[in-house]
């Protein structure tokens, strides 16, 4: 029986109830929850019992995802290791491998083979690069790609469904036009075959192997804005509403589903485009890729996306993927990756104290306690990336010392705890 | 005559027309701005002409301050010039020498001929370190301090005028207490001589002095919240109301000022304070230090600070205090500087599009048309940080080449062009 079969029947599985420990939320929630489809856990039939299981809707702790992955200029299936270790360490929920470099396989099965946590994929991209150009997939091909990551024990498959012809003219207008890789490549297809979108034509089929493996779809938003004066645009709705049916579609047929979402998205639009997702699609869970709130400053999106993501979060989006400080420039480092990691979960435990999630602002409450006693030891342990404290702190003055050191004698922590 | 007087005299001054050229706003829209105390342009009558004028306040580009000076541990005046240069390199509209080392003077003195942008200082510091404790200051000694930074220049001065004994029972209930320095000084020197803040009692002297030289006042939150647990709560915001009531003396007296705002404030609590501020305080200008949203992230609260200052600057909070990587843990050096401004630059940027700030976007649009167009050059040209972009990117694949760098020969945006 897969996750959402269970839930809906009123039963609790293995999963379900280690979300409910992790998360402090009574099991019958859980799955009251996944039955109305608000809630999803990715886990392969195939990894049950060995990946974590991580909720991610309503209620829960906003979650992070970090991609790794190969490209054609840069395929080194160990470095693709280090990076999802380096991840988790950081405190990645989740890890999609993206990879389009040689030897997709092989990269994939290492990274579901290190990764502790749900892995992601998109498999159209495989299926284009096996192709040799987009144009030359199949329905067939995309399809077998899709079965294959399934059986591989991938957790959960971006899949851009909601691309529609009619979408097309809708594009006409952008300044950017499309961004994402694998609507990019169903949209040549189509241009090509003049031709409706496989992944939407055969939804049904889609359904069936996500169904057997118990894979969680995650629907893509091919046609998401690429910068801020695409946002929120006639194009991306429509296909918001596609993602809608097809949501409500898997939910009828036991596949988890959660919603993608942007991308490149002004502080202004953000909380409208949280509420038109959770609006049209039945409040599903909904993962945003940042989204980066300016375009201008290539080398600090960690920190473009951090503000986004706070927003979207704290406005109810359920799981943050990371942007890089090497978004728009190139694949990132093993450092890069922990970085954008501590960024993304900087926006996620941030939203979550701010909607008032029990216990979340806990953390906070500690840390400071830590610092008015000037417990230096506690305060590293409590840090979120305690390296990076340690590190930028230095050895002077000595951690057990009384006073702050920022402002040595003249620290007003300690002025006013004497007073 | 000084700046307000002939702002609210309906003249117009070269400052005045050089705040209206760089923000693209009549003059005559800048005077009646600063007449009404919602738009300040901190430059001290020694120093026209000889530094930026730089508007703060309604309607205008949302500006960034930068930290440096010096501490007992470590006082380096070549260093501090460095940072001054650094930080204005990296965009920083003003910087403040909150130096409490060895030598005060010769360091501001060294900041005030350094920097081409307004400086401001906190006179309180030096008045109670040359005191040797803060309990053996003066009311004298504090106005000497206060006069001694005008004549030396200094554009703004923070003076804590809004802390009173009232308020003291107030914070009891902290879980941190004080963490402003000068705050943390005025308090215990009421405390030891049982008599009110001498920055209040002595405000009609202060404000001749601030007259006389025509330095802005920047009224200190001497009990802002140093952690999310004591955000808005019955202390700051009993200062606050002091502060728009001398707000509203200083402007009747010819004196500019602006507000300082917090500190530790969870997202859902930022709105709130920038609306309170605008409300008791009649509109002035809001300067506000972060804010940051979360207490638990030691080494990234630049990253913490520009979620909570682009938020508060989208409310109306016209002018952020970077917070650098550093802060919590020791003073910064030249690359937290430079990245702790350039991260505050991001928050204000984005605020500024989000507010619909008359050609803020533009900057956007230009970058995203120099993406869609893989106009390698022409981003570096317009990014917040070419460096740093450039050192990411790196040299492969070449800069004229004609995909993107992530994704290679599978770019969406070239192949979404192609079709």
């Not at 999609?96 to 040689?102: I, N, P, W, Y």
């Not at 899709?146 to 300044?175: E, N, S, W, Y």
Request: proline share 4%.
């Amino acid at each position: 029986m897969n996750l959402l079969d269970a839930a809906s029947r009123g039963k609790t599985t293995a999963a379900m109830k280690e979300v409910a420990r992790d998360e402090g939320v009574a099991v019958a929630r859980i799955a009251a929850l996944m039955k109305r489809g608000r809630l999803v856990i990715p886990m392969n039939r195939l990894r049950r019992g060995r990946v974590r299981a991580v909720g991610i809707g309503d209620g829960l702790r906003t979650k992070v995802n970090a991609n790794v992955g190969t490209s054609a200029r840069a395929s080194d299936r160990a470095f693709e290791r280090k990076k999802v270790r380096a991840a988790i360490e950081a405190g990645a929920d989740a890890v999609m491998d993206l990879s389009t470099g040689r030897d997709i396989d092989s990269t994939l099965a290492a990274v579901l083979d290190t990764s502790t946590v749900p892995v992601g994929t998109v498999p159209v991209y495989q299926a284009a690069i096996e192709a040799g150009d987009p144009t030359r997939m199949t329905a067939r091909s995309i399809l077998d790609a899709v079965r294959r990551h399934a059986r591989m024990g991938v957790d959960f498959l971006t899949l851009h469904c909601g691309i529609r012809q009619a979408a097309v003219p809708l594009l006409r207008k952008r300044l950017v036009g499309v961004v994402s890789r694998g609507g990019a490549f169903l949209l040549k297809w189509m241009a090509c075959h003049g031709a409706d979108n496989p992944l939407y034509t055969h939804y049904d089929e889609v359904l069936d192997i996500c169904r057997e493996y118990d894979v969680t779809i995650s629907l893509g938003d091919g046609l998401r804005p690429g910068c801020l004066a695409d946002a929120t645009d006639a194009a991306q709705i429509s296909e918001l509403k596609n993602l809608g049916r097809l949501a409500a579609r898997a939910l009828k047929r036991g596949v988890q589903t959660m919603i993608e979402g942007p991308g490149h998205v002004p502080i202004d639009q953000i909380e409208r485009n949280v509420r038109l997702e959770k609006q049209y699609c039945h409040g599903a869970p909904f993962y945003v890729l940042g989204p980066i709130v300016t375009d201008v400053a290539p080398g600090y999106d960690h920190i473009t996306s951090a503000i986004g993501g706070a927003l979207a979060a704290w406005h109810g989006a359920n799981f943050l993927c990371y942007v890089t400080r090497r978004e728009h420039l190139g694949l990132p480092d093993i450092d890069d990756v922990r970085e954008g990691v501590y960024a993304a979960r900087i926006a996620a435990h941030a939203a979550d104290v701010a909607r008032g999630l029990k216990g979340a602002r806990n953390w906070d409450d500690e840390m400071s306690r830590a610092r008015v006693g000037l417990d230096w030891d506690r305060m590293f342990e409590l840090a979120l990336d305690p390296k990076t404290a340690g590190k930028l702190k230095g050895k002077t003055p000595a951690r057990g010392e009384d006073t702050c050191s920022m402002c040595g004698k003249y620290c007003s922590m300690k002025i006013f705890r004497d007073l």
